[in-house]
């Protein structure tokens, strides 16, 4: 699908991270027949981006590509975005090498949309020292992308000289969602101003903030439903991103058709939200803000990494739970399942810091493992 105008690409994004799985402790044993299914259900109502990445799924993503689409549907009725790694690059044949490794896990033959992967201050460098700018327009030229650009997690100076440096790029994914517009460490709104300065296209990531803003506790709930009964809070979040200008596509990480449709209602039906629904997310930011919830967007960059295979956005989630929905029964629920098999506890935590270098939410993981052990252990 060849896209003149990036206005024409549908808002509304299939993120293939966070794929059902036929057994819950194997990320690489996706669902394939489910994940057909979703991808029916997607094509038929109008919506083609898929985003898929090198790391997902430990590179199951990209072979399920193959088995979903590629191999199901004609390659120019849907569009697909796939990332370059910088953690995987080591010397600068390693570009050529995982790019054609991808090629040749997903089968697609291009790329509509290439992105270098979590562009922040510790990658940047790397995608430097490798030229990878140049080598993306190169690729661009032969073919093989036919949109270039970048996923983001930084502060907004540096998103700012990296676009004054590479005009070049049409794209810049970031995470943003309303409990993050004003979050200090993420500056979605912050970064979101640059974007629209440089002129590019706004991709966004995180837009329910890993499922957070679809499941909100009581309260929070309370204050939407007031305002619109009958949407669903997963819709504020997708409505409260698609209120602004300039977005490529809005991408879910979708586990579910129930998700999925509701997501596509959302999207398919779309109105900005009016000053009162303006005003009750920014009740249920505050009210949010006022609950220490570690800030996990369940990502599992940091879960490769660690020596004591602790599975650390388990554990986030269930200290979560437990402030805030004060809710211990469920929390501990979380917590059992998540130190089962051969998983460790927070307490067996040797503090090495490897998950922390990986978290592009720049948690402090291992204060926050003390502070998850004392509840849990
Ligand atoms: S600091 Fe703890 S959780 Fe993080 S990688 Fe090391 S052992 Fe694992
Ligand atoms: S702790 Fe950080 S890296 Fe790990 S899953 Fe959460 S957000 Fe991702």
Known sequence: MVI????????????????????????????????????????????????????????????AVKEVLVNRY???????????????LHEKEDVERI???QLERTGAGFFDF???????????????????????????????IRHFGFSYHDDPEL????????????????????????NPVVQAHANYDVCRKHGVYVNVMEPVKGGTLAALPEKETEILRKVNPDGST??????????????????????????????????????????QENKAVHEVVSSMLDKPAIGCTACRYCVDGCPMRITIPELFRAMNSYTMYGDNNRARGYYKAAVSG????????????????????HLPIRTLLEKVKDVFD
């Not at 503090?351 to 978290?359: A, V, W």
């Open 342 to 361: 051969d998983h460790a506890r927070a307490s067996d935590c040797i503090q090495c810091g490897r998950c922390e270098t990986s978290c592009p939410q």
């Open 114 to 144: 290439y992105l270098l992967h979590s562009v922040e201050k510790q990658w940047y460098p790397i995608y430097e020292k490798y030229d990878c700018f140049n080598w993306a327009l190169k690729k661009k030229e032969e073919g093989l």
């Open 234 to 275: 997963a819709s504020w979040a997708i409505r409260f991103v698609l209120s602004h200008e300039g977005m490529l596509t809005v991408l879910s990480g979708m586990s579910s058709m129930d998700q999925m449709n509701d997501n596509m209602r959302t999207v398919s039906d779309f109105h900005p939200l009016n000053d």
């Open 99 to 101: 790019f054609n490794e």
């Open 159 to 182: 998103l700012d000289m990296i676009l004054t440096a590479h005009p070049e790029v049409e794209f810049v994914q970031i995470q943003m969602n309303y409990l993050d517009w004003e």
């Open 74 to 88: 004609d390659r120019e009725s849907f569009l697909l975005a796939d990332k370059l790694p910088a953690w995987s």
């Open 4 to 63: 003149e105008n990036l206005n024409d690409v549908p808002h509304f994004g299939f993120g293939m991270m966070r794929l059902p799985l036929l057994d819950p402790d194997d990320v690489t044993n996706i669902d394939i027949e489910q994940v057909c299914r979703m991808a029916d259900v997607f094509m038929e109502h109008g919506f083609t981006y898929f985003d898929t990445a090198y790391p997902y799924h430990k590179g199951y993503s990209e072979r």
